[in-house]
């Protein structure tokens, strides 16, 4: 008889440990196959850009595309001959070769032009918008000049008829660059002219000459021989005393009056 020997020990098994497979290494591309890849991306691109040169030699030599109308809007003193010779659009150019950024840059050299955009309507117009400059007073350095509302000096047409507008004085004015200066009491002055027209006052009061002083006080003067005195400070709350003080002043036709609205909401008025 056999005996079996049990053993009273205990042997813990042995752990498992997972082993990650090893990812199988593709075969590199033979030197063919990247050849034959690199020969069909460069045939592509061939083919490519000898459609977009074919398409491009069409659009830039078929008569579809040559401009035969050049329109121009909103002219005052120019004449559409005059926008033509000083920008140099001239009918039967390529639409596609007119860069509408170097017209607008040849309108703009023009003194009296304010503003100017170019538009390319396909397949063969032109649009011309012309802003001109308005004049908005004059000024005496030697002689009388006519300056828009920016201070800039106006030629030519611009200056016929501007008898009527107010004059701008000063002791410090000067004519230089095509520009009224110096620059801040210019800026100044020519702020007063345009609040002065939001609230329908430059006519009503009949303005003709803006006085600038060295102090900044500008003093103003009307046909009927008002004299008013506003200070840069605070322009639109003195503009807005002057408004309510315009139809007592529009009453007072026999007397001068002379107006400080620098010391506003108390406004002394005085009479000559």
């Known amino acids: 008889m056999s005996w079996v020997e049990l053993s009273s020990s205990f042997k813990p098994g042995i752990p498992r440990v997972k082993v990650k497979a090893r990812k199988r290494k593709s ?12 020969y069909g991306f460069t045939l592509y691109i061939l083919v490519l850009a000898g459609a977009v040169a074919a398409i491009r030699r069409v659009l830039l030599t078929t008569q ?9 809007s909103n002219l005052q003193t120019f004449s ?15 639409i596609f070769r007119v860069n509408p950024a170097i017209y607008r840059d040849r309108l703009l050299a023009e003194t009296n032009i304010e503003d100017a955009a170019v538009f390319r309507i396909f397949p063969d117009t032109l649009r011309v918008n012309i802003l001109e400059r308005q004049p908005r007073a004059r000024v005496r350095y030697g002689r009388y000049y006519t300056i828009d509302g920016w201070g800039v000096v106006l030629r030519g047409e611009k200056e016929r008829g501007a008898e009527n507008l107010p004059l701008i004085s000063g002791p410090r004015l000067s004519v230089s660059d095509g520009r009224l200066h110096p620059a801040g009491e210019v800026a100044d002055c020519l702020t007063l002219l345009r609040e002065l027209d939001a609230r329908d006052l430059t006519l009503a009061l009949e303005i003709t000459e803006i006085a600038i002083s060295r102090s900044g006080v500008m ?7 008002h004299e008013v005195r506003i200070s840069r400070d605070n322009m639109i709350e003195q503009l807005e005393h002057l408004r309510a003080l315009l139809p007592h002043l ?23």
């Open 64 to 72: 579809y595309f040559e401009v035969t109308s050049i329109e121009i």
């Open 250 to 272: 529009a009453g007072e036709r026999d007397r001068r009056a002379a107006v400080d609205l620098r010391y506003y909401p108390n406004v002394p008025v005085r009479y000559r």
């Open 80 to 94: 559409e001959e005059d926008i033509l010779e000083i920008s140099g659009l001239e009918p039967g150019e390529n």
């Open 219 to 225: 003093d103003i003067k009307t046909a009927s021989g």
């Open 27 to 38: 075969a590199a591309p033979s030197p063919g196959k990247n050849r034959r890849r690199f």
